[in-house]
């Protein structure tokens, strides 16, 4: 598969799960007597006299000079989600394994790799210090995951009772602390790459910060009722009318839920903003990657969640997911106004999506 992608002609790039192997501005390839593949003209150098890519007979391709083979980043990758399938898999109160039925081992699974998947593409495009990239990692996941939904037991006590938040904000604790450290360890930015060759991103005066917050307070609050009348309620009064009328009974105090939403907005930019000064995609792409990593969290929450009918689970998915996914653009399309996630040298621009953007190049 790599031999055919290198042959699709000049400036392919390819990335495999990691930041070590990536291939840029690509001659065409021709072969020698001995089997090795060269770039034609170059005797055996790439652009700008980089090492070409050869291959021994009998041999896979492979990078002269790599830390590694090009299977490692994707076994890291692996083990990765596994680590966190089996982190998600114990209750650290009881110090036991959680349901073991079928649908709840898939459904951990599948929140294993999409959120490994995700936070392991973002933190190939961030820089700066590991410890404080880890934290900001740890920030984002057990507040979208954790702690935020654990304040639903004010309102909601029969859904979200005490001992259930409170277990909650436990476990993430170590399921957030125990990922993140791991995730950058293995795929954050390496001491040789630098510092950020931005660190004015999303610097601002407070009164731009206040306004800036006050709007998305209330743009998160129009897409919480937004997609819960449009979107939860329809898919649950359809797939169960009898669970979901028991689920609105036992809303507590709906004024509260509804004025806590600024609140939740707010508190959850705060959790991101440092990861996204430690990016170096621009405006665009940044605005991606944080829609999808919220939608894909808030959605992991929804899989995870034990104790709701399979018609309600079905709802509450659609309706977060797609709520968190269109907050997440919008928050950083706010934030950005004015030029404040302006591209950096050497971060990414261009025509594209996530991940296929050439770099910027100083001139």
Same mark, same amino acid.
């Not at 299977?71 to 089996?86: E, H, K, R």
């Not at 509804?258 to 605005?287: C, G, K, M, N």
């Given at each position: 598969?790599?031999d055919?992608?290198?042959?699709?002609?000049?400036?392919?790039?390819?990335?495999?799960p990691?930041?070590?192997?990536?291939?840029?501005?690509?001659v065409?390839?021709?072969?020698?007597?001995d089997?090795r593949?060269?770039?034609?003209?170059?005797?055996?150098?790439?652009?700008?006299?980089?090492?070409?890519?050869?291959?021994?007979?009998?041999?896979?391709?492979?990078?002269?000079?790599?830390?590694?083979?090009?299977?490692?980043?994707?076994?890291?990758?692996?083990?990765?989600?596994?680590?966190?399938?089996?982190?998600?898999?114990?209750?650290?109160?009881?110090?036991?394994?959680?349901?073991?039925?079928?649908?709840a081992?898939l459904?951990r699974?599948?929140?294993?790799?999409?959120?490994?998947?995700?936070?392991?593409?973002?933190?190939?495009?961030?820089?700066?210090?590991?410890?404080?990239?880890?934290?900001?990692?740890? /920030?984002?996941?057990y507040?979208?995951? =954790?702690?935020?939904?654990?304040?639903?037991?004010?309102?909601?006590?029969?859904?979200?009772?005490?001992?259930?938040?409170?277990?909650?904000?436990?476990?993430?604790?170590?399921?957030?602390?125990?990922?993140?450290?791991?995730?950058?360890?293995?795929?954050?930015?390496?001491?040789?790459?630098?510092?950020?060759?931005?660190?004015?991103?999303?610097?601002?005066?407070w009164?731009e910060?206040?306004?800036?917050?006050?709007?998305?307070?209330?743009?998160?609050?129009?897409?919480?009722?937004?997609?819960g009348?449009?979107?939860?309620?329809?898919? /649950?009064?359809?797939?169960?009318?009898?669970? =979901?009328?028991?689920?609105?009974?036992?809303?507590?105090?709906?004024?509260?839920?509804l004025?806590?939403?600024p609140?939740?907005?707010?508190?959850?930019?705060a959790?991101?903003?440092?990861w996204?000064?430690?990016?170096?995609l621009?405006?665009?792409?940044?605005?991606?990657?944080?829609?999808?990593?919220?939608?894909?969290l808030?959605?992991?929450?929804?899989?995870? /969640?034990t104790?709701?009918? /399979?018609?309600?689970?079905?709802?509450h998915?659609?309706?977060?997911?797609?709520?968190?996914?269109?907050?997440?653009?919008?928050?950083?399309?706010?934030?950005?106004?004015?030029?404040?996630l302006?591209v950096p040298?050497?971060?990414?621009?261009g025509?594209?999506?996530?991940?296929?953007?050439?770099?910027?190049?100083?001139?």
């Amino acid at each position: 598969m790599i031999d055919s992608f290198l042959r699709d002609g000049p400036n392919a790039s390819l990335w495999l799960p990691g930041r070590w192997i990536q291939v840029v501005s690509v001659v065409q390839l021709s072969e020698t007597s001995d089997g090795r593949e060269l770039p034609d003209g170059n005797g055996g150098t790439g652009p700008g006299g980089a090492p070409a890519l050869t291959r021994a007979p009998g041999q896979g391709p492979g990078i002269p000079g790599a830390p590694w083979p090009v299977s490692l980043p994707v076994a890291l990758t692996i083990a990765q989600a596994s680590a966190l399938f089996v982190l998600l898999s114990i209750d650290y109160g009881s110090l036991s394994w959680r349901a073991n039925s079928i649908e709840a081992i898939l459904a951990r699974l599948l929140a294993a790799a999409l959120i490994s998947a995700v936070v392991i593409v973002l933190l190939r495009y961030s820089r700066g210090s590991r410890w404080v990239l880890a934290a900001a990692v740890f /920030a984002v996941v057990y507040g979208t995951m =954790y702690l935020l939904p654990a304040t639903e037991t004010t309102y909601v006590a029969s859904v979200v009772p005490l001992s259930r938040a409170v277990g909650m904000v436990a476990n993430g604790l170590v399921i957030a602390g125990v990922f993140s450290v791991t995730a950058v360890t293995f795929f954050g930015p390496r001491p040789s790459e630098g510092e950020h060759p931005n660190p004015s991103r999303l610097r601002m005066p407070w009164r731009e910060w206040r306004t800036k917050l006050l709007e998305l307070a209330v743009v998160w609050t129009l897409l919480f009722i937004l997609f819960g009348t449009l979107v939860y309620g329809p898919i /649950a009064r359809a797939l169960d009318p009898s669970g =979901y009328s028991s689920e609105q009974a036992s809303v507590t105090n709906a004024g509260l839920a509804l004025l806590s939403q600024p609140l939740w907005a707010i508190a959850s930019v705060a959790l991101t903003v440092p990861w996204i000064r430690a990016l170096t995609l621009d405006a665009r792409d940044t605005a991606l990657g944080v829609g999808v990593l919220y939608g894909v969290l808030i959605g992991a929450d929804m899989l995870l /969640a034990t104790g709701m009918s /399979a018609g309600l689970q079905i709802g509450h998915l659609a309706e977060s997911v797609g709520e968190s996914l269109a907050f997440g653009v919008l928050a950083v399309w706010i934030l950005q106004l004015h030029g404040r996630l302006s591209v950096p040298i050497g971060g990414t621009s261009g025509t594209g999506v996530l991940g296929l953007r050439q770099p910027v190049i100083a001139r």
